[in-house]
Every structure is written in C-alpha cells, then in structure tokens.
C-alpha cells in the first residue's frame, strides 16, 4: 500500500509540473522584418505608429498574456497572439486600440507592419526566418520529461525485478 501511494504521489507531481510548464512552452508570433515596428503596451487605449506610406494597409499583431479577440482584448493566463488590420491616414499614420491592460509585472508586444514611407524593402534585404534558440525551449522540456519518464518506468521495473528475485 505504501508503494502505491507513492507511485500515485509521483505522477500526480509528473502531471502538475506539465500542467504548469505548458503555458511557458507556448510561443506566440510576433512579426519582424524591416516594414515591422515593435512597441511595448503596458495601458489600453489608441496605440497610433507613424511612417507608414499614406493609405497603406497595415497589420497590427498584438503579443502577450491573454491577448484574445478582433478588437485587441484580453482573456488572463494565456500567451497568444491577435491581429487586426488598419488603414493609414493621409500622414501616413496607423491606430490601433488597445483594450485591457496586462497583467500585474508583464506588458504585451504590439507589431505594425505594412508599407513604410522610408522602407528600403525590396534592395536586397531579407527578413529573418527559420527559428532561433528561444524558439526550442518547449522541445528541450518536452524531451526532458519523457527521458525523465522514460528513467523512471526503467528504475521501477528494475526495482521490481529485485524484489521477485530475491523472494524467490
């Protein structure tokens, strides 16, 4: 009896830990490449980014903790993305609102991407593709907790077969 519990202690603590890691396995995207211009959001309200060509369609990509919905709105806990798209006034300036604010100690990523009016997009500059080292985090945890698995289902069994042996 007092293996069992402690089997069922094990993977109680195996499942809370996945349960708890998972949101910071979550990656959302963010745009970046020379028409993208990145601003940290910490208070709701209109969010206008200058530079654009005048009537240019621009993609606003709002990043962070519960970022949810059409309207740049938010739900808690979850790290997502949401996009809304927006036209350039004829100065050339885009707004997007924000509603809600983020979390306590966090702050949101808002993108705006679209024709610049100084863009030198096209002459041979490539935007950054592919991922990067952050970008494998969730793979390096997910590895980790089935090699940790894997480690302890061998040691039980292992255990185990000690024990019959030496009943025997």
Do not use: C
């Amino acid at each position: 009896m007092k293996h069992r519990f402690a089997k069922v202690a094990a993977s109680v603590a195996i499942a809370a830990g996945l349960v708890f890691a998972a949101p910071a396995m979550a990656q959302a995207y963010t745009p970046t490449g020379p028409d993208t211009v990145t601003i940290t959001v910490t208070a709701p309200g209109p969010v206008p980014v200058a530079g654009f060509q005048p009537g240019a369609t621009v993609t606003f990509t709002l990043v962070g903790e519960g970022v949810t919905g059409p309207n740049l709105a938010a739900v808690k806990f979850a790290v997502s993305s949401t996009t809304v798209t927006k036209t350039a006034d004829s100065s050339g300036v885009a707004t997007a609102t924000v509603v809600g604010t983020p979390p306590a100690g966090s702050s949101w990523t808002l993108s705006a991407t679209g024709a610049r009016a100084s863009s030198e997009a096209g002459g041979g500059t490539l935007p950054s593709t592919g991922g990067d080292s952050e970008s494998l985090l969730g793979i390096w945890v997910g590895g980790g907790a089935l090699v940790l698995a894997g480690a302890t289902v061998a040691v039980a069994a292992t255990v185990r077969r000690n024990r019959q042996e030496t009943k025997a």
